[in-house]
């Protein structure tokens, strides 16, 4: 007697072409694969006309904090995600100091949400106790956030860490990775991780390296100087020895449209050099992003209130304005690169503008009869700084280009906004349904095989990715000829079709009708080896 039987599916395996048959699951895990199978079992499922595949990975989540409020994390069970790797970009709440607490909380609050009411955590440890409590629908896969280990360390200095500083940045990353972390992730280009120097980078990756961790990295930059930024993680996973996964690969904004090329020819030098390199993707060529990340990197030096002053003070905010129009301004130029025509406003917090979202800078701009780069300053202090932005910064095709690499995984970076980017419902059937089955920008079982073999291995998690005996029983049943994302810029919360069951740990999360509010998930940590 097993616990549930699925009949008939077309069994994409990880390993194999794909082939008709039968699962049993009992216990959580994958018990028997074989066609006919006949086991008494509890519950039978039907797949006749489906396809079955390993569960997705979502290789850039930003969950870290979503399981408090919403432990079904729905837009993301609905893809058929059923692991995510949390606290990419160098972001997350632990390890954080009492005295940065309220800095963190309101720092992580539109990445990441709130998470509970008094965040009761201090360590990496610590914060995954809690998060296991919540019992999330999907397997959540911490990382060790560089930007929180430095702001722990060292506050929110703009300098190097001295000798000392170094060696408790180290500890905290050990910790952390002691703790259960698979690897350690960095934001180059936001604050503090934007004010390390690449030999801090070098020095917390080997502390990484020697607990088999990958790095994950936001580099330190997508747009001006991609290539060097790309340069700087090869020497980094060179000198560190730890394994490079490039995060949400990209060329940043219309101008660098040239550096597609250049781009994958670094990556493929590299790789045919013996570097160890994937990256993630999400398939749009939008992005979202803070408003003030519009702003130059000394502009965001201090605290909220100092970065507040600069806005208001005329002196400064003549600085600003002119920055706004100047590619060499910070490391991303994000308005000289996408233009006011092209950045959207969809989230401005609970206390700011009503009339703006949904609408371009251009538009708002010229509906208040501002300038636009000035309308930028007026959005940041109408909403404390928290206005969220959509980045419409490359052509469909360039994204096709690099999701056609071999060394391509699927991430969505997704955040949880109030009007949230489409990459949050859509990511993992755009790239399935519209890539691969539509398109056949890449086959359907090499589509299958990245969103769940490969990127399972290459976080280094061995009990699931494939469809075989003692595997976890984590399963995506889709229907070929329906799978689809329907999310779109306009409309960013319509669920995906043809995703017919997700099955998380052996329980359907996932049926015809919706979630069903199974909750078999859990925090998964890296064993030491
Ligand atoms: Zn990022």
């Known amino acids: 007697?097993?616990?549930?039987?699925?009949?008939?599916?077309?069994?994409?395996?990880?390993?194999?072409?794909?082939?008709?048959?039968?699962?049993?699951?009992?216990?959580?895990?994958?018990?028997?694969?074989?066609?006919d199978l006949r086991p008494e079992a509890a519950r039978t499922i039907?797949?006749?006309?489906?396809?079955?595949?390993?569960?997705?990975?979502?290789?850039?989540?930003?969950?870290?904090?979503?399981?408090?409020?919403?432990?079904?994390?729905?837009?993301?069970?609905?893809?058929?995600?059923?692991?995510?790797?949390?606290?990419?970009?160098g972001i997350g709440p632990a390890p954080v100091t009492g005295e940065r607490l309220a800095d963190r909380v309101e720092q992580l609050a539109l990445s990441e949400g709130r998470g509970p009411p008094q965040w009761p955590w201090r360590s990496i440890g610590e914060y995954l106790d809690e998060l296991e409590r919540t019992r999330p629908a999907t397997t959540l896969c911490p990382f060790v956030p560089h930007g929180a280990v430095r702001d722990a360390v060292l506050g929110g200095a703009r300098r190097a860490p001295s000798t000392s500083e170094l060696r408790a940045m180290r500890r905290e990353v050990a910790r952390g990775m002691d703790a259960g972390a698979w690897g350690i992730s960095f934001g180059l280009v936001y604050t503090p991780g934007a004010y390390a120097q690449r030999d801090e980078v070098v020095a917390l990756s080997?502390?990484?390296?020697?607990?088999?961790?990958?790095?994950?990295?936001?580099?330190?930059?997508?747009?001006?100087?991609?290539?060097e930024a790309v340069e700087e993680m090869i020497y980094v996973s060179r000198r560190s020895g730890a394994p490079l996964h490039l995060s949400h690969l990209k060329v940043l904004g219309h101008r660098n449209a040239w550096k597609l090329e250049p781009l994958l020819e670094t990556?493929?030098?590299?790789?045919?050099?013996?570097?160890?390199?994937?990256?993630?993707?999400y398939p749009y060529g939008a992005g979202v992003t803070l408003l003030s990340a519009l702003l130059p990197p000394w502009a965001h030096e201090g605290t909220m209130e100092q970065m507040a002053d600069r806005l208001r003070d005329p002196s400064s905010v003549d600085r600003l304005l002119r920055a706004l129009g100047d590619p060499d301004a910070g490391p991303e130029s994000f308005?000289?690169?996408?233009?006011?025509?092209?950045?959207?406003?969809?989230?401005?917090?609970?206390?700011g503008p009503v009339d703006v979202t949904g609408r371009t800078l251009a538009e708002i701009a010229s509906?208040?009869?501002?300038?636009?780069?000035?309308?930028?300053?007026?959005?940041l202090l109408e909403t404390g700084m928290s206005a969220l932005v959509i980045l419409h910064y490359a052509d469909e095709s360039a994204v096709k280009a690099i999701a056609r690499h071999p060394a391509m995984l699927v991430g969505s970076d997704a955040v949880f906004a109030a009007t949230p980017h489409p990459r949050l419902w859509g990511t993992a059937p755009r790239f399935l349904g519209s890539y691969a089955i539509r398109e056949g920008i890449v086959t359907v079982r090499e589509a299958i095989d990245r969103l769940s073999f490969r990127a399972a291995r290459r976080v280094g998690l061995k009990d699931r990715g494939a469809i075989a005996p003692g595997q976890r029983a984590d399963l995506v049943a889709f229907g070929p000829d329906r799978v689809i994302d329907r999310a779109t810029y306009e409309e960013p919360e319509l669920p995906p079709s043809g995703i017919d069951w997700v099955i998380v740990g052996g329980a359907v999360a996932v049926d015809p009708d919706g979630p069903t509010g199974a909750r078999a998930g859990a925090v998964a940590r890296r064993l030491p080896a």
């Open 46 to 89: 039907d797949l006749e006309g489906l396809s079955l595949a390993p569960g997705f990975v979502d290789m850039h989540a930003h969950s870290a904090l979503r399981s408090f409020e919403d432990p079904i994390l729905t837009p993301k069970v609905l893809q058929g995600f059923t692991t995510e790797l949390i606290n990419p970009d």
């Open 206 to 227: 080997s502390e990484a390296a020697r607990f088999g961790g990958l790095i994950s990295v936001h580099i330190r930059g997508e747009s001006h100087n991609l290539i």
């Open 335 to 351: 308005y000289y690169q996408c233009g006011p025509e092209g950045i959207v406003v969809i989230d401005c917090g609970p206390d």
């Open 267 to 281: 990556i493929d030098g590299a790789l045919s050099g013996g570097v160890d390199i994937t990256f993630d993707q």
């Open 367 to 379: 509906s208040r009869g501002v300038e636009p780069e000035r309308l930028v300053i007026d959005l």
């Open 1 to 35: 007697m097993v616990d549930l039987l699925l009949r008939n599916g077309t069994i994409y395996a990880g390993d194999a072409e794909p082939w008709p048959g039968d699962v049993a699951i009992d216990n959580g895990v994958m018990v028997a694969v074989g066609t």
